[in-house]
């Protein structure tokens, strides 16, 4: 009998995304209560108010497609950036935006640069369309740009830099995001994944949206998961060139954002003071991170983000399991191939002094 393998060959490469543990499974699986989870990069502060009245009202809506256009959305971000509408990408989550990016730009055996350890769906865009992940390592947890430039191929079809990047926090500099442009060809795309953009402080931190006006083949991604709190309404957003626009749009499923998503979005994008109370308390939080990292003798990596890249000095997992039992749920190194290393999302005040006691008991050895 003729027995044919049913699923692609590339799907063998593949594996299913591995998310944060959710607090659920933990509250189901330790009979635990009180669990803090510090493993998503989400905020502790939660949605503008602004937000959620939108949510409440767009609910009655829900019997309707939504504006697959995300016409007023675009016009809020087109105005707000200044950028024309038909420069800017809205998807379900930026997780989607990638994905099509993948769809839209990737043949077989294109290379796709990222870094070593990289955000998983860089690497699912390129594998899932049989094009080829070129993994550049880095150095000192930093990109390395000149051994990026040194890798470039006539293949070369897509380059992935996260700024800030996970799960190390730290960015390419303006010098540095520079001098990757002298070296791109102008048929190689550059995405500069920026899902953490609102949170950096850093002055040399680029303006890439500066090298989408001058019309470079560059796609900026940006989200309302993390700053805005709306991880759960699934909406990122993204500008580049009218061209790319154009293809992307032509992978984009129908309806890919929900109304209640586009009316969240728009309604935070109103509520300022949301933004700037996030970014004080996570600017505070990573300070008091650094000084108990410190203070515990681990190295640590300064986080442009709202996490912490840290070396716990041992196998992640036994620490994140003895931290699970503790009720605290964090991010293992290891599926970024570091088995040393946890990643820390900052949390509430209470929370980040759950997670320092919880980690120097851990530490401590006392089981
Ligand atoms: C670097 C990076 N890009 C993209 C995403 C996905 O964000 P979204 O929720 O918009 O899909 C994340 C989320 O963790 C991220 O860390």
């Given at each position: 009998m003729r027995k044919r393998k049913l699923t692609r060959r590339v799907l063998d490469e593949l594996r299913p995304y591995q998310p944060g543990k959710p607090i659920e499974e933990v509250r189901r699986e330790y009979g635990l209560t009180d669990i803090v989870k510090l493993a998503s990069n989400e905020n502790p502060e939660g949605p503008s108010r602004k937000a959620v009245e939108a949510i409440r009202r767009e609910a009655e809506e829900v019997r309707q497609y939504p504006d697959n256009d995300c016409y007023h959305l675009r016009r809020a971000l087109g105005k707000m950036l200044e950028f024309?509408?038909?420069?800017i990408l809205v998807g379900h989550g930026s997780d989607e935006l990638i994905h099509n990016i993948g769809l839209a730009f990737v043949s077989p055996g294109d290379e796709v640069m990222m870094c070593s350890g990289p955000f998983s769906q860089w690497e699912f865009a390129a594998k899932l369309m049989e094009g080829k992940p070129v993994y550049v390592p880095m150095d000192d947890y930093r990109y390395d740009v000149e051994a990026m430039a040194a890798a470039l191929s006539e293949r070369t079809k897509l380059v992935f830099v996260g700024n800030p990047n996970n799960p190390t926090g730290t960015i390419v500099t303006k010098g540095e995001l520079a001098a990757l442009m002298s070296a791109l060809p102008e048929d190689t795309i550059l995405v500069m994944d920026e899902a953490y953009y609102e949170y950096v402080a850093d002055a040399e931190y680029p303006d890439s949206l500066a090298l989408v006006r001058e019309g470079r083949t560059v796609i900026v991604l940006r989200t309302f998961?993390?700053?805005?709190?709306l991880a759960g309404l699934r909406i990122g957003y993204g500008m580049t060139t009218p061209e790319l626009t154009a293809a992307l749009e032509r992978v984009r499923e129908p309806f890919n954002v929900s109304g209640v998503a586009q009316a969240a979005a728009l309604a935070s994008l109103d509520d300022g003071e949301q933004i700037a109370r996030t970014r004080a308390l996570n600017a505070e939080s990573k300070e008091y991170l650094y000084g108990e990292f410190a203070r515990l003798g681990l190295r640590y990596t300064r986080s442009e983000a709202n996490f912490v890249w840290v070396d716990v000095g041992r196998d992640c997992r036994e620490v994140f399991e003895a931290l699970l039992r503790r009720g605290v749920i964090v991010r293992t190194g290891d599926i970024f191939g570091a088995p040393t290393h946890i990643r820390v999302t900052t949390g509430t005040k209470e929370q980040n002094e759950r997670f320092a006691g919880a980690l120097e008991e851990v530490l401590g050895g006392a089981e």
């Open positions: 024309a509408p038909e420069q998961s993390k700053i805005y709190a």
